[in-house]
Nanobody
Framework: QVQLVESGGGLVQAGGSLRLSCAPS????????MGWFRQAPGKEREFVAA????????YYADSVKGRFTISRDNAANPVYLQMNSLKPEDTAVYYC???????????????????WGQGTQVTVSS
């Protein structure tokens, strides 16, 4: 079973930046669609961003559009989430996920993804 290894979380002041990375233990999964979600205390897990298998298509939640960028170079490299202009409301545990298949799907739905990372904490202080 593939494992997704996340890194890059931490504590940052409002207005600052962080870059998260997510690398599958099986590089084959680097060729599949991937997404980032987050979960704040007491709230449901929510969609943040997603990227197609080729990297040509990206999708964002309205709350992060213009501030966050999801990217991938190729199947051998991690998927990144560059987070700029961070706000206290961005504080959450961030999870990456991979969908082990192609075709049409709803990038914002948790059930569309088959494997999940353990999560990395992002804390933004005001």
């Amino acid at each position: 079973q593939v494992q997704l290894v996340e890194s890059g979380g931490g504590l940052v002041q409002a207005g600052g930046s962080l870059r998260l990375s997510c690398a599958p233990s099986d590089r084959t999964f680097g060729s599949y669609p991937m997404g980032w979600f987050r979960q704040a205390p007491g709230k449901e897990r929510e969609f943040v961003a997603a990227i197609s298998w080729s990297g040509d298509n990206t999708y964002y939640a309205d709350s992060v559009k213009g501030r966050f960028t999801i990217s991938r170079d190729n199947a051998a490299n991690p998927v990144y989430l560059q987070m700029n202009s961070l706000k206290p409301e961005d504080t959450a545990v961030y999870y990456c996920a991979v969908r082990d298949g192609y075709g049409d799907y709803d990038v914002r739905r948790i059930y569309e993804y088959n494997y999940w990372g353990q999560g990395t904490q992002v804390t933004v202080s005001s």
